[in-house]
């Protein structure tokens, strides 16, 4: 409140149309860079949505009032009916690629031969290393701090103009930030989606009956090579800045570090995975670790980018064709490749879900070969349009079963045909059922009639974060069904010596170990047992509630669907499938002879409040030096602690190992509590 002259508090005038306008677009600059650049945001969505609406109002009523960094741009404008074309001043050069190695000590060899002074001396050379975006190459250009173009890489001579598309992009400042602001700049780097906005998108498109895009670097190019920056305003593409073409650098940015330091500072968004190294061999330490963490990262990226750091040695080293000597992109093996579809045929899961399977001519995809991938079921084939005999693009990202992401009709043979369902199951003979409202068919058969179904069961009881059951394979559990030797889990525990001596390329010491595992099993924890039952929709952390919950068996197998929907993670459908479940008899007898045979947990007398970690959420990352991942969790879990994959403010405290990547640097941006493993024995008392 202003103040007259006798220090008198006089009430201030309210402010104009036109200062609010002002103040709503620094609130909405604020809340914007809250919300992407510091992951705090301090408004909920609706707020922002109403001081948008508010300045919209205003600049409706007064369009000359509309700066051109005002945050009402990034709704997109009128549509355009072509691209103009942009000229580049400095034209955008691709990178060599390798992908092997040697490849890198060949690149830091053929640097240090570039740079050696003529007595033959190498000079220290530093090399910054980034990630190689999968997205599209962008130009922007800004003219007293102000964006007034953006183009597309095009040829790389001449790109297109799609600037009102970019002003689209929330992350991308209209107007630089800070001291110092450059007359002239011309940012490049990478426009992309990330992955949690490709399912988004493609949930949409899919909703809507539109083609669904193969994958994040197509919806991005698409997204941003709309005639209509509406469409584009509604993707939620997103940016990093890498490098740049015309301008006046401020003299302190004498390097590519440096270069991206000061991109921070006005507010450009550069990605925070990056490093300095001195030598091919820590080259290629960031390569290995990048590599590790890759599937963590929320975009996707095709490898790491090595780049000499200081500017004056990039000069010196210049350009060969169309690309820097003092650059390189080191590519991870290629995530998709094209081959053919040879056969469609039917799997059958525990549940008795049938899930189509692709049977391929084998390919090599990220440096394994692949020869099945998954379809999921019937509408995504008709969906995808793949036909036996078709050209399809496959994919295989991680751990992640391949799958296949789009056909290409324009390479359909003539004798290509479409998939049809099979009306019975291949196993048993019994019925195929699809019910309206699923996606997915059924064999109707059940895990009695149907060994499919039993086998899948028994593999699922056996596996790692069930029972637990070492040596116990797939292979070796299909044979026992095949034998007739089990029926249910609770046979497992008849198992002798003598019958597993009955089955093939079983030497006496994998049985005796076999026998050992299956005995050692026996004792495990509520929460596997439950999870090892197979139950449908009870997956681990449902399991880790129910048994948290009800403390034993009996009183699982007895709640009411009342009870059970008391429990977290516990809603109507999965209430249900507890109660299906348990009413079977045949389920029933087979969890009392499970008991019979002698499986036991501890019995916990701990309630929720009494536990050290009750409330609390961990994230652990890294490699620790004692403890597997695994035992960690297990350690927190039984504390009362939840551990969940991602760090978010949320999260209580991370448990960070060797080699953690990007969960770590969440962390420190979040400030979230960061301890070690030792630390966490500690407050475990141990
Ligand atoms: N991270 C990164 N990606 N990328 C792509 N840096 C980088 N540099 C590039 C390209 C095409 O070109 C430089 C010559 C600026």
Known sequence: MQTDLFGVAVPSEPPSQQQLAAQYRVLLNQYNQEYYELDAPSVPDAEYDRIFRALQAIEATHPEWQTPDSPTLRVGGAALAVFSQVQHAVPMLSLNNGFEDTDVLAFVKRTEEGL??????????????????????ISLLYRDGLLVQAATRGDGSVGEDVTENIRTIRTIPLRLRGNGIPALLEVRGEVLLFKEDFIRLNNRQRAQELKEFANPRNAAAGSLRQLDPKITAQRNLRFFAYGVGQGDLIPTVQSHTALLGWYSELGIPVCKEQTVAHNAAELLDFYRAIEKTREQLPYEIDGVVYKVNAFDQQRQLGFVARAPRFAMAHKFPAQEQLTTVQDIEVQVGRTGAITPVARLAPVQVGGVTVTNATLHNEDEIRRKDIWIGDVVIVRR?????????????????????????????????????KLEDEAIARCSGGWITCPAQRKGGLWHFASRKAMCIDGLGEQLLD??????????????????LVNLAALDRMADKSATNIVAAIAASKKTTLARFIYALGIRHVGETTAKDLARFFGDIHPLMEATEEQLLQVDEVGPVVAKSLLAFFADPLNREVVEQLLAAGVHWPQSEQTAEALRFAGKTFVLTGTLPT????????????????????????????????????????????????????????????
């Open 627 to 686: 403890l597997s991942r695994e035992q960690a969790a297990a350690l927190i879990e039984q504390a009362g602690g939840k551990v969940q994959s991602s760090v978010s403010k949320k999260t209580t405290m991370v448990v960070a190992g060797a080699d953690a990547g990007s969960k770590l640097l969440k962390a420190q941006e979040l400030g979230v509590n960061v301890i070690a493993e030792q630390d966490l024995l500690t407050m475990l008392g141990m």
């Open 397 to 433: 990202a991680g751990d992640v079963i391949p799958e296949v992401v789009a056909s290409v009709p324009t390479q359909r043979p003539v004798n290509a045909r479409r998939f049809s369902m099979p009306t019975v199951c291949p196993h048993c003979g019994s019925a195929i059922i």
């Open 116 to 137: 050696q002074s003529e007595l033959g001396q190498i000079p220290p050379i530093e090399y910054a290393a980034d990630l190689k975006f999968d997205g599209l190459a």
């Open 479 to 496: 044979q026992m069904v095949d034998k007739q030797l089990i029926v249910t889990a609770a046979d497992l525990y008849k198992l002798g």
